[in-house]
């Protein structure tokens, strides 16, 4: 007889913790809710002290979880590790960082100001980076972790009038393969997830637009916007044992766009 394989019980987080920062909202809350589904306890990072809060209790209200939301700024080191302090003090154990918190400033490169520039790689780049190098101790102990980042299809390919973006995101693609190698002897697997389109609340502004609209419909195979739930199975598989032979992988969830 051969072995049984483990199968779906692969996708288990029953008793895990989760970081997740960006998570009270967009592509975030919509990880975080994922994670939740399969049995992880989730940390909710965001700066707004209040939609954390109401963010939380959505979740506890859906799933029988342990939800607590920290307001933090990631880009400031003693705030993460503060933070990173809290969730332990709190769950006793970090296995799963989601670094989701980014913002987008669009613009023709002679438009934009450094300080705008800055800005961006300051939460993509910077943010990431510092959530990243606060929880790997903790990982490193249990000799077991799983760091997902949030890249883009635009770390991967260009689209005008968005430098600071494509910049940004093409800095957390090198550096979760750069992490992921770093981190593999120690059992910690690093890796991103590259979203393409999706219609967050960074996205409307632009979304009713009929460049953009046009856009969409051109530049993905499926012709549309992504929908928030189409993140989750993302988010499950990375976070999850399902994925322990990946390692400073991009996964792109864009509909099409990098295929065409």
């Known amino acids: 007889m051969t072995e049984k394989l483990p199968g779906i019980k692969q996708f288990d987080l029953t008793?895990?913790?989760?970081?997740?920062?960006?998570?009270?909202k967009g592509l975030g809350l919509a990880m975080a809710e994922g994670l939740a589904s399969a049995g992880a306890n989730i940390a909710l990072i965001n700066r707004n002290a209040e939609e954390g809060k109401n963010a939380a209790l959505s979740l506890t209200d859906a799933y029988p979880v342990k939800v607590h939301s920290i307001a933090a700024d990631i880009t400031q080191e003693d705030q993460v590790n503060q933070m990173v302090d809290r969730v332990m003090e709190t769950f006793g154990r970090i296995d799963i960082l989601i670094n989701s918190a980014g913002i987008n400033i669009r613009g023709a490169i002679n438009e934009l100001s450094l300080e705008q520039f800055n800005q961006v790689m300051e939460v993509n780049v910077t943010g990431t980076w510092l959530c990243c190098k606060a929880v790997v101790p903790y990982m490193k102990e249990q000799k077991k972790g799983n760091i997902i980042n949030l890249a883009s299809t635009l770390g991967i390919v260009g689209l005008a009038n968005r430098?600071?973006?494509?910049?940004?995101?093409?800095?957390?693609?090198?550096?979760?393969?750069?992490?992921?190698?770093?981190?593999a002897p120690y059992n910690i697997n690093v890796n991103a997830i590259c979203p393409g389109p999706f219609l967050t609340e960074m996205n409307i502004p632009?979304?009713?637009t009929e460049e953009v609209k046009n856009f969409i419909v051109g530049a993905t195979a499926l012709a549309r916007w992504g929908e928030l739930r189409e993140i989750q199975g993302a988010a499950i598989f990375l976070a999850s044992d399902a994925s322990s032979y990946m390692v400073g992988s991009m996964l792109t969830v864009d509909g099409g766009w990098t295929a065409k």
């Open 206 to 208: 632009v979304a009713e």
């Open 15 to 24: 008793g895990r913790t989760a970081i997740i920062t960006g998570g009270s």
């Open 163 to 183: 430098t600071p973006y494509t910049s940004s995101k093409g800095a957390v693609v090198q550096m979760t393969r750069a992490l992921g190698l770093e981190l």
